[in-house]
């Protein structure tokens, strides 16, 4: 994710980034422009379609057709912002989760007990580093210590990552109440922290695999596009040549806007203003390196 100074507006003005949409539709814009110059071209030196009362009454459906337009790009952009802010509360949850669990763990085990400390040292923060490669659909590579932990080692990187770490952690805090190193009110006031990792893994997924109904995304393009298309005809009448700045601007401006609904309704992918899940990760292991040392 890309940090900035929200005050310091002057400079964005003049910055350009990787994710920038002015790259990436410049083609497409250079397209629009010489397509308005065409049809320009033709309609004010050859057909002369000005003269038409037809040809008039396109900007009378511009004007009804731009509110139309608006309302559903600012459906699109709340609906995307909506679930890239769900999900960066949910990680938030995760790392206060994280914490919680590594605070009472400490307050549980003896001081003495290293293996035990060691153990939840280094699974607490793998569920949350799981849980980001997991969302990022690539293959989870961990630093196992199979002589410390075995269990470790039996994680399969086949399966549900998620799932493996999650039933590791409840499996040794049931180990410790039946050892009688936990009581049984001391193993209900963790099972709160246990549980809620597994319920913000499947919020993240459900974030990951439910887009937007593909009809919905489909209509919002075409209609930018024929939108865009017919501009030219009635921005002519009144602009002249100078239609064809105008119109590539708008095209920018309403193309932009969708590129960037497409760019964070998928919070956990790898563009720049994606959630920095792997940062979080890091943080959560130091957090809980620092309670259990």
């Known amino acids: 994710m890309i940090t900035y100074n929200p005050k310091d507006w002057f400079t964005f003005i003049f910055r350009f980034h990787k994710a920038d ?26 057909f002369k379609l000005s003269e038409n009362s037809h040809v008039k009454n396109i900007t009378a459906m511009h004007t009804l057709l731009s509110f139309v337009i608006s309302m559903l790009l600012v459906f699109r952009t709340n609906t995307a912002y909506d679930r890239w802010w769900e999900g960066r509360k949910l990680w938030g949850a995760l790392v206060n989760n994280s914490r919680n669990l590594a605070i009472k763990m ?28 997991h969302l990022h659909a690539e293959s989870t590579r961990l630093a196992l210590d199979e002589q410390e932990h075995p269990e470790l080692a039996g994680l399969d990187t086949s399966r549900h ?49 439910t887009p937007i109904p593909f009809s919905y995304s489909v209509f919002i393009k075409k209609f930018i596009f024929f939108y865009v298309m017919t501009l030219p005809f009635s921005f002519v009448i009144s602009l002249g040549y100078l239609a064809i700045p105008v119109v590539a601007f708008i095209f920018y401006v309403l193309a932009s806007l969708e590129l960037i609904a497409e760019e964070i309704e998928d919070p956990f992918g790898g563009d720049e203003n994606d959630l920095p899940m792997t940062k979080i990760a890091s943080n959560i292991k130091k957090h809980v390196a620092e309670i259990l040392n």
Request: with cysteine.
């Open 21 to 46: 949409t002015l790259r990436k539709l410049s083609p497409l814009i250079i397209g629009i422009a010489v397509y308005c110059w065409v049809v320009a071209f033709l309609e004010l030196n050859v």
């Open 106 to 133: 400490n307050g549980l085990l003896k001081p003495e007990d290293a293996a035990q400390r060691s153990f939840f040292k280094k699974v607490i923060p793998m569920y949350a580093s799981v849980l980001a490669h």
């Open 161 to 209: 990552l998620p799932n493996q770490v999650a039933s590791l952690l409840f499996h040794r805090v049931n180990r410790l109440y039946e050892e009688g190193k936990i009581t049984g009110d001391q193993l209900i006031v963790v099972n709160g922290e246990l549980l809620s990792f597994t319920d913000i893994m499947g919020a993240c997924e459900r974030i990951k695999n």
